[in-house]
């Protein structure tokens, strides 16, 4: 089972800074990685896929970036909405166990 | 816009079964999509449950493979999770969810999720 570490554990930012999150695979995943927000009493929203391409109707604040086994996902200047926690999650063995990290909670500071 | 919706009980007594039903509008069961369940328990990470084709092919998550079974019912547009020998453990919030198929099998919608509490 391919096992993705996310970090920080917890992001402390103002608005309109930059938010940097990483997630690391225990072994080689490519491109197959997404990235999702959940806010809280939400479920998860599909932000990035294939490690790069943003999904329908994400903001294009949002990047990804990344290949292998590094990966990072970019907010290029936080709005009061981002503030949430972050999962990533891997599609790249078949068949699988599809992983998620631990998540990465972006507060305000 | 695909729209899915958990509904089943709340409460589940310990060692026995947890039963889910996921209805499906927008989209037809049919489709060429994989159908899936993720967890949460309360105040932690995600963890993938399994997945379901319409064909009835599955894929179950090994550790919790022994105790798992999904089913699809193309008649009502909605699939279905059973979880059986259930502990304190199992208690989570229960999102289903549409997958894409082959490259592109990520969780593109999610229903609001159930929460299911294991108690006697």
């Known amino acids: 089972e391919i096992v993705l570490t996310q970090s920080p554990a917890t992001l402390s930012l103002s608005p309109g800074e930059r938010a940097t999150l990483s997630c690391r695979a225990s072994?080689?995943?490519?491109?197959?990685l997404a990235w999702y927000q959940q806010k809280p009493g939400q479920a998860p929203r599909l932000l990035i896929y294939?490690?790069?391409k943003r999904a329908t109707g994400i903001p294009g604040r949002f990047s990804g970036s990344g290949s292998g086994t590094d990966f990072t996902l970019t907010i290029s200047s936080l709005e009061p909405e981002d503030f949430a926690v972050y999962y990533c999650q891997q599609r790249s063995n078949w068949p699988p166990p599809l992983t998620f990290g631990g998540g990465t909670k972006v507060e305000i500071k | 816009q695909v729209q899915l919706q958990e509904s089943g009980p709340g409460l589940v007594k310990p060692s026995g079964t947890l039963s889910l039903t996921c209805a499906v509008s927008g989209d037809s069961i049919s489709s060429i999509n994989w159908w899936s369940w993720v967890r949460q328990p309360p105040g932690k990470g995600l963890e993938w449950i399994g997945e379901i084709f319409h064909s009835g092919s599955t894929n179950y998550s090994p550790s919790l493979k022994s105790r798992v079974t999904m089913s699809v019912d193309k008649s009502k547009n909605q699939f279905s999770l059973r979880l059986t020998s259930v502990t304190a453990a199992d208690t989570a919030m229960y999102y289903c969810?549409?997958?894409?198929?082959?490259?592109?099998?990520?969780?593109?919608?999610w229903g609001q999720g159930t929460l299911v509490t294991v108690s006697s």
């Open positions: 294939d490690a790069s």
């Open positions: 969810a549409r997958m894409g198929y082959g490259a592109d099998e990520y969780f593109h919608d």
């Open positions: 072994q080689s995943v490519s491109i197959y």
